[in-house]
T-cell receptor, first 115, second 112 residues
Framework: NAGVMQNPRHLVRRRGQEARLRCSPMKGHSHVYWYRQLPEEGLKFMVYLQKENIIDESGMPKERFSAEFPKEGPSILRIQQVVRGDSAAYFC?????????????FGNGTRLTVT | QKEVEQDPGPLSVPEGAIVSLNCTYSNSAFQYFMWYRQYSRKGPELLMYTYSSGNKEDGRFTAQVDKSSKYISLFIRDSQPSDSATYLCAMSDGGATNKLIFGTGTLLAVQP
């Protein structure tokens, strides 16, 4: 997990607040993936981004969720008006390319708790 | 039916045992198969990566892929307490996005 940095590690929000999760990919990696892990479930793909572009957001809920990966700075996953069902571990992964032989490297996640 | 099925366990074995972890899948387009290990409160780390059918060995770990049966396995020889973790299988169809589909994970406990 060395290299992919996620913060905060733990985030507590009340219902209706906004959550902002940050991910800095490994050095030299320009491809970022966000996954969500719910209890008793595996990791579920949410969104894939390259610098300044959203490539695949097929796993993102249609409302309240958005992601960006600006030219400078970390990738941000934003959840507006959080609900209890958003409580989960959110993992970011990066790779140098989108090639099949470019394994994903994961961060240690942000654990979001909505009260 | 889920695209990837994995027995959640928990699986408890004595130290030194051979461990067999398995996943089945339904999408015949999957060509790239991975095993990740996830310790509690940590992110997944890549253990093994294989393409198509066959075996791959790395130290105490062996990954097997049987595409005809849509079945993959991870074997751990001489298991150690430090192997205690959740093991996740993951697979990809090799498409343009390198998006992975994960199993739910199997929790393994190796008893000293």
């Amino acid at each position: 997990n060395a290299g992919v940095m996620q913060n905060p590690r733990h985030l507590v929000r009340r219902r209706g607040q906004e959550a902002r999760l940050r991910c800095s990919p490994m050095k030299g990696h320009s491809h970022v993936y966000w996954y969500r892990q719910l209890p008793e479930e595996g990791l579920k793909f949410m969104v894939y981004l390259q610098k300044e572009n959203i490539i695949d957001e097929s796993g993102m809920p249609k409302e309240r969720f958005s992601a960006e990966f600006p030219k400078e700075g970390p990738s941000i996953l934003r959840i507006q008006q959080v609900v209890r069902g958003d409580s989960a571990a959110y993992f970011c992964a990066s790779s140098p390319t989108s090639s099949y032989n470019s394994p994903l490297h994961f961060g240690n996640g942000t654990r979001l708790t909505v009260t | 039916q889920k695209e990837v099925e994995q027995d959640p366990g928990p699986l408890s074995v004595p130290e030194g045992a051979i461990v067999s972890l398995n996943c089945t899948y339904s999408n015949s387009a999957f060509q790239y198969f991975m095993w990740y290990r996830q310790y509690s409160r940590k992110g997944p780390e890549l253990l093994m990566y294989t393409y198509s059918s066959g075996n791959k060995e790395d130290g105490r770990f062996t990954a097997q892929v049987d595409k005809s049966s849509k079945y993959i396995s991870l074997f751990i020889r001489d298991s150690q307490p430090s192997d205690s973790a959740t093991y996740l299988c993951a697979m990809s169809d090799g498409g343009a996005t390198n998006k992975l589909i994960f199993g739910t994970g199997t929790l393994l406990a190796v008893q000293p």
